[in-house]
């Protein structure tokens, strides 16, 4: 088994140089998102998507560009979907008489391109809807951090939930950064995605949590910096077996699962990914850094009983 | 940990006969019988349709029925000897000034709780319309609830002409539901193109016919356009018939012309005031208007006593069989406003179904070698019970007939990749405990306890954020929060009975040989 030579690791010994790489990622993240923004879909910017399949393939993207330019929509962005003659277009113009707007473009498209046009999705969000999107997304995501807050505080003890806490957070904004970063659409399904990640960090984390604090009724004389080295290694191939059983379903979604979940499985491999780092050398850092001793969980154990 | 009772063994293959034969049912062909007929529904967004989201705007309503409200107001001031200046409608509220010694009479009447004007809610407590008085200047507006018992009604109202319109039109099985205080949520599954439908909603269908005239009359005009062109008329405010009064409408040939027609018939009321006025204006022309476009405006030639008559414009038949079923549905209360549209053609929905299964299948492979791969023997159990899993899942989701989306298969490829982990840490304890423990059974007995704390934890987490997701998500995202929900259930099953069982059978046969992990 691979696992078993490489069973004690010395994980407090990368505790400090880790520490500073994952604080510096988060501000080059938050520093991305602020100054780079995100690129919100349709679903929290509004506006229009067509999935556009061309019949004649021979077309380029230019001329789409140019054929919908010349029907002053707005801003416009065309690329390619998957298959080689299928399109992604999105158009900022919100119309509010809408009823002949998409029957329109594709007329105009498909005379312009001299070939049939199958919209094969369109997608219409008016500025309120995306508005409203936007907020539960922002609501769903805080939310579901205060409920892991919440539940872990609960289950465990302050210092627990706050190192929880701090690397879900640090997995969320990474996660947001990175795609901040490659300019990759922001819509529903990543808000999804991300909440999974919250999800499946946390996972991981409890299991890290709960080896430790285990370990911590049955040795008192031992710091906690011992204490979670030996939970984490024990937990280690656990944790390891799990991310790559989830990555292999992930990656079989990212290649096989068409374009419509390329962005959704992409920001969970990222997710996973991190989750799994963040639960090993962000929140076991951080509750070492709590003082959490075995009075603490032996005080909750009495509370419970 | 190990030890089975028989009627616990009983119940669980019992369970999973069942729900097997519920995921079962999905490959059959369509049953009448109610249990039999049960199957996951499948989303839009797999099997193609229309999505869409409106919104009505009950502000022209206020204001209709605040105009209505000033006529009465003036009769009741007079009936109650009550001297008012300057009564008027201004921004969604009815004002006027009053002299000091009217004011309490003002009151008496306005606060009576039976008056005819300011209804009293007894459910809320409340009147209709709230008062102010500023230096004699009074100042009514609707309250918080009549407002409330606007919009009710009006969304009432719009949700069934909507409904009306949409069954005309004959799709299958539409879901027409309220949202909220002021918007209707429609989807319309197998609908490849909604423009149709997005026409027909999009009109609110007010009819009216109407005089030309050139003089200016009491009741005052107001030029209105043609529908296909930008000519213009001169039409009197004064209304004969309104759509209201008409009881049937359908699409023919006129036999002259050929053209496209649509013909009515008006009700008893309706026929007598248009023959009266056909008959007072032979030689004007009365317009036809809809949704204040003239459609048309033929010449009175002769009194239209029958109650039957044709409007004529530049039809086409569809246009004119869209026209008679919009006149047959009503008139919509107020506006509406498409404020949120996804459609999803049937084609891609077939692709993404192809995708779906493709992706599922090869990330389910991949799981079920990396496990025999890991874990030998007790990988066989760790797939088997991942195989239990889907099947129990896809049985849970038949029996409630959840509704299957694109991200909800994404959910349950997800859900494979992470099943395993229950049995991972079951396993992984395990063989810690083999280390010390003498013997197989209490290794695996002791494995068993110890893991508990931490597949619970691990799996409540998950299922806060699956709950989270389905308060907040919409649709699709919805259809992802499920399958991962109920996947969370399905896996602790599958781990905590199934596999549980599988390995103390494994364990007695192998209680004192070596167990190689």
């Known amino acids: ?305 | 940990m190990l030890y089975f009772s028989k009627i616990k063994l009983f119940t669980i293959y019992l369970i999973i006969i069942l729900l097997s034969f519920f995921a079962f049912l999905n490959f059959t062909e369509d049953s009448k019988n109610f249990f039999l007929s049960k199957k996951v529904n499948l989303g839009l967004d797999l099997q193609g349709g229309s999505y869409l989201l409106l919104e009505v705007d009950s502000k022209p309503v206020v204001q209709q029925n605040l105009q209505q409200k000033l006529l009465k107001f003036r009769k009741a001031l007079k009936e109650n000897n009550i001297k008012y200046q300057n009564l008027k409608l201004v921004n969604q509220s009815i004002s006027f000034l009053i002299k000091d010694e009217d004011l309490k009479r003002f009151e008496q009447f306005f606060l009576d709780k039976d008056n005819l004007i300011n209804t009293y809610y007894t459910q809320y407590r409340a009147y209709e319309m709230d008062y102010s008085i500023d230096n004699n200047l009074i100042k009514i507006e609707y309250s918080k609830f009549g407002l409330i018992e606007i919009k009710n009604s009006t969304l009432d109202q719009s949700l069934e002409i909507v409904r009306r319109r949409i069954d005309e039109v004959g799709t299958k099985e539409p879901t027409i539901i309220r949202r909220g205080s002021d918007r209707i949520l429609i989807e319309l599954p197998g609908l490849n193109d909604p423009n149709r439908i997005k026409k027909l909603l999009g009109k609110t269908a007010n009819l009216s016919f109407r005089l030309v005239t050139e003089e200016e009359t009491t009741f005052g005009s107001e030029v209105l356009f043609f529908e296909n062109s930008s000519d213009q008329l001169n039409i009197s405010k004064r209304v004969i018939v309104s759509g209201d009064n008409l009881i049937n409408a359908k699409p023919t040939f006129d036999n002259q012309s050929n053209n496209a027609v649509v013909s009515f018939s008006f009700d008893r009321v309706g026929a007598k005031k248009f023959g009266r006025a056909t008959t007072d204006n032979i030689g004007k022309r009365v317009a036809i208007i809809l949704d204040n476009k003239i459609i048309s405006a033929p010449v009175i030639h002769e009194p239209i006593l029958g109650g039957n008559g044709q409007i004529s414009g530049n039809f086409t038949f569809q246009s004119a069989t869209d026209l008679a079923l919009l006149l047959r549905s009503g008139a919509l209360p107020a506006p509406l406003e498409i404020i949120e549209e996804r459609t999803v053609g049937p084609d891609l929905g077939e692709d993404s179904i192809k995708a779906g299964s493709i992706s599922l299948m090869i990330g389910f492979t991949l799981v079920i070698l990396y496990m025999l791969y890991k874990y030998r023997q007790l990988g066989i159990i760790a797939d088997l019970a991942l195989i239990i899993n889907l099947i129990i899942l896809l049985g849970i989701l038949t029996i409630l007939e959840a509704t299957l989306t694109l991200p909800g298969i994404a959910g349950i490829i997800l859900t494979v990749g992470m099943a395993v982990d229950a049995n991972v840490l079951i396993f992984e304890r395990i063989k810690e405990e083999m280390k010390i423990q003498k013997s197989n059974i209490h290794a695996f007995d002791i494995g068993y306890k110890k893991a508990q704390s931490a597949i619970l934890d691990a799996n409540i987490t998950t299922l806060i954020s699956a709950a989270i997701l389905f308060f907040l998500g919409s649709g699709p995202v919805k259809g992802f929060a499920v399958t991962l929900g109920i996947g969370i259930f399905t896996t602790l099953f599958s781990a905590y009975f199934f596999a549980r069982h599988l390995c103390s059978i494994y364990v007695m046969s192998n209680k004192d040989r070596p167990i190689n992990l």
């Open chain 1, 1 to 305: 088994m691979i696992f078993k030579i490489t069973k004690q690791i010395n994980f407090p010994q990368f505790y400090k140089k880790l520490n500073i790489l994952s604080l510096l990622l988060i501000m080059l993240s938050l520093f991305i998102i602020i100054f780079k923004g995100l690129n919100f879909g349709v679903d929290f910017k509004g506006g229009t998507l067509i999935e556009a399949r061309i019949e004649n393939s021979n077309t380029s993207i230019v001329e789409i560009r140019k054929s919908l330019l010349r029907m002053n929509l707005g801003d416009v962005t065309v690329k390619n979907f998957g298959k080689q003659n299928d399109y992604l277009i999105k158009i900022e113009l919100v119309k509010n008489d809408n009823s002949n707007f998409i029957k329109s473009i594709n007329d105009k498209l498909s005379s312009d391109l001299g070939s049939a046009i199958n919209f094969r999705r369109v997608e219409n969000v008016g500025p309120k809807v995306s508005d409203e999107l936007l907020k539960a997304g922002f609501l769903a995501v805080t939310l579901s951090l205060a409920a892991m807050l919440f539940y872990i505080w609960i289950r465990f003890e302050w210092q627990f939930s706050l190192a929880a806490i701090a690397a879900l957070i640090h997995d969320v904004i990474i996660t947001i950064g990175i795609f901040s970063f490659l300019s990759y659409e922001i819509n529903l399904s990543i808000v999804a995605a991300v909440l999974t990640i919250v999800g499946y960090s946390m996972n991981d984390t409890v299991v890290i949590f709960d080896r430790i604090r285990e370990n911590l009724r049955k040795y008192s004389k031992v710091s906690i910096t011992e204490i979670s080295n030996i939970s984490t290694n024990e937990t280690l191939s656990r944790t390891l077996i799990t991310s790559v059983t989830t990555l292999l379903a992930l990656l079989s979604i990212f290649i096989f699962g068409g374009a419509i979940l390329k962005g959704f499985s992409f920001a969970m491999i990222l997710g996973v990914i991190v989750g799994t780092y963040s639960s090993i050398f962000v929140a076991t850092p951080i509750l070492n850094y709590t003082n959490v001793n075995q009075k603490s969980v032996l005080k909750e154990n009495s509370e419970n009983n």
